[in-house]
């Protein structure tokens, strides 16, 4: 190989080198918050694609950082988009899509809301008066004797 071309492949392999640096494993950071911007703690956190599962901190704060294939090697998190999925009881899920391009990506704080309880009457409402007949009831049958 000639000087040249020794200089040209080791700049080649020089810019795709810092080019997989920036847009190599991502890191996907965020906080949660409630409705008044207090942190929310256990609020479970997942992706489709499958990354990382995991829960938030006393102070909120969570950090996504790797995927675990199929054979259950843990492998860094590659760019794409991504749905993230925050669940905790008591309120509303949340989801959110976001473009990961490799580094670091934080995220604006994501604001969970008071799940509504869902009231469904317990009783039917009372039956209207209604004479009843012999049809309308049944005799038990007495068994072997």
């Keep these: 190989m000639n000087q040249r071309a020794s200089t040209s492949f080791i700049c ?14 991502a890191t996907i950071r965020g906080r949660v918050v409630d409705q008044t911007g207090a942190p929310i703690k256990g609020a479970a956190i997942e992706t489709i694609p499958p990354t990382d599962v995991v829960i938030t901190r006393a102070n909120g704060y969570f950090a996504l950082k790797q995927i675990l294939n199929d054979q259950g090697e843990s492998l860094p998190i590659p760019s794409g988009r991504y749905q993230l999925r925050i669940t ?3 309120l509303e899920d949340l989801e959110r899509h976001i473009e990961v391009e490799g580094g670091d990506t934080t995220l604006a ?3 969970m809301q008071e799940r509504k309880p869902e ?3 317990t009783a039917p409402d009372a039956l209207p008066d209604r004479k009843v007949t012999a049809i309308d009831v049944s005799t038990p049958v007495g068994g072997g004797q």
Excluded: H, N, Q
């Excluded at 080019?19 to 494993?25: E, F, I, M, Q, T």
């Design 119 to 121: 009231v469904k009457p």
């Design 88 to 90: 905790k009881d008591g």
């Design 109 to 111: 704080d994501s604001e």
């Design 12 to 25: 080649i392999l020089g810019g795709a080198l810092l080019l997989s640096a920036c847009v190599g494993p």
